[in-house]
């Protein structure tokens, strides 16, 4: 029985994460990042960005991935 509630849980939180991905949250950040890793830099090669993090609880929009996203290209690129 343990087993059983131990996959259901895992199951959730996998779908969970695989949700997240895939969202507009997920594209803004990819967007962002690069925006902020290149920002005011003149041929400026557009980096590998790390996975999308989860969202905070409220963020789930495309301007609240792009801003997270922005600020840690900008502090990628430091």
């Not at 969970?16 to 041929?43: M, P, V």
């Not at 590998?48 to 789930?60: A, D, F, M, S, T």
Request: with cysteine.
């Amino acid at each position: 029985m343990k087993k059983i509630i131990l996959a259901v849980v895992c199951s959730i939180f996998i779908y969970s994460i695989a949700l997240a991905w895939g969202s507009a949250f997920c594209e803004g950040w990819h967007d962002g990042y690069i925006a902020g890793y290149c920002y005011q830099k003149f041929g400026c090669l557009q980096p590998l960005v790390p996975l999308c993090p989860l969202p905070r609880i409220g963020e789930n929009t495309y301007m609240h991935g792009y801003n997270r996203g922005f600020l840690a290209g900008l502090n990628a690129q430091r």
